[in-house]
């Protein structure tokens, strides 16, 4: 059945736009650019109230178009110190009390101390970090500044920090300054020596068949809400991506969890010329599937001397891989332990963009079909529409700014 929906639509009503205060709308406590002064308000409150009348504040609410509980909260103050302005709390001065150069200070402690090192970091140490910062610059008037959650927002805003659901990992060993840069000049040397097209980098990642961080609406108070789908959130394959530096992303490899060759029957549908299709008794990867990618490699190539950027995972190496890779005249070339995200080119900017176009396209099949179950094809399908996406001048810088090529690199 469908619903015509075009008379159902809520209307857009226009912002209410503060006429005495007309650039600082929504700002938290900062009313510079209004045409009052606050006790001009006040007295007239004071007025009012002599006058007789009830509705005093609404009164200058209406006049004034500011928010009834600021009014209040304000002239309640006022009255407190004995009818005097308190510099301090008008018009925003607790949320710039600290100057550019203390605010500089506060930041550079959050990112060298505590971002840099992967430190557990929220608005609650924000605030302890503010509060410490403010006690030791005014020991004698430590009560003068409150650390509010407005005060929060907006130092993030302002020096661009925002806050997100952290990935939990695992304590690596640190890895030496002279080994990470053995690594780029090794990079150097390999595209001064070879092709573009002669040079890849390889990665694994897990695919899961109900993709991303699905959202779902519901009514405001209920937190158990559910979704109706085929398979769990849990499970999923291993897909193997495979760039060249000229740009070109090879044909992707689907590792299935199996023994037999049966656990392909789920997705008969995928033609095997859009995919690499193995499987491993653990899902992952292994030697067999290593030695499978070598050899493609190798096809590729024609068996012209190559490299293969690639990261430390134990299946990478084996005896086995390492002695076919020399055979086909392959360089392998490891990333340092910990530093995939920064110096491995599909790490950088390759498959995080697959990775959400692939919960974009997600999302549209339950737009087409609200009922549908989705499986292991809808999830491959949506991988290789979200890998068609990829450009080739995105995946060249990313090999760009991973490898570091255009550097001159120095050992401190």
Not at 90 to 108: A, C, P, S, V, W
Not at 132 to 140: A, S
């Amino acid at each position: 059945m469908s619903l015509d929906l075009k008379n159902q639509l809520p209307i857009k009503r226009p912002k209410k736009i503060r006429e005495s205060c007309p650039e600082k709308r929504g700002y938290y406590k900062k009313y510079d650019a209004a045409s009052y002064k606050w006790e001009d308000v006040f007295l007239e409150i004071e007025r009012l109230k002599k006058n007789g009348e009830k509705n005093f504040l609404k009164i200058i609410e209406t006049d004034y178009d500011i928010p009834y509980g600021t009014i209040r909260t304000k002239y309640s103050n006022w009255i407190k110190n004995d009818k005097k302005i308190n510099e301090n709390d008008n018009r925003g001065g607790h949320n710039k009390l600290f100057t550019d150069q203390q605010e500089k200070t506060i930041y550079e402690i959050i990112k060298n101390v505590f971002i840099d090192c992967h430190l557990y970091c929220d608005d609650d140490i924000i605030r302890i970090i503010a509060n410490l910062n403010w006690i030791r610059l005014n020991p004698e008037n430590k009560s003068d500044f409150m650390v509010s959650k407005g005060w929060i927002y907006y130092f993030k805003k302002r020096w661009k920090l925002s806050s997100i659901t952290a990935k939990y990992l695992h304590i690596t060993k640190n890895r030496s300054v002279a080994e990470i840069i053995a690594y780029l000049k090794s990079c150097q040397t390999i595209f001064a020596n070879l092709d573009d097209c002669l040079i890849f980098n390889m990665d694994e990642t897990f695919w899961r068949i109900n993709n991303g961080n699905i959202q779902i609406t519901g009514i405001t108070g209920t937190n158990d809400r559910k979704l109706l789908v085929g398979k769990s959130p849990k499970t999923g394959f291993t897909i193997v991506f495979i760039a060249s530096a000229n740009g070109t992303l090879m044909k992707p490899l689907i590792i299935f969890k199996g023994s037999t060759m049966r656990v392909f029957n789920k997705i008969s549908d995928i033609s095997d010329d859009l995919v690499y299709k193995k499987y491993s008794t653990t899902g992952w990867m292994n030697s067999n599937v290593m030695s499978f990618i070598l050899e493609e490699i190798n096809k590729k190539t024609n068996g012209r001397k190559s490299a293969l950027i690639l990261d430390q995972h134990r299946s990478h190496l084996t005896d086995t891989v390492k002695n076919l890779a020399s055979k086909y005249n392959i360089e392998l070339i490891y990333v340092p332990k910990g530093e995939t995200a920064k110096h491995q080119p599909l790490d950088v900017s390759i498959n995080g963009i697959i990775k959400a176009k692939g919960k974009y396209f997600l999302k549209e099949l339950f737009m087409e079909d609200a009922f549908r179950k989705i499986t292991e094809s809808d999830a491959i399908n949506c991988m290789l529409k979200a890998k068609n996406t990829v450009t080739c001048e995105t995946i060249k810088k990313a090999f760009n700014i991973a490898c570091d090529i255009k550097s001159e690199l120095k050992e401190e």
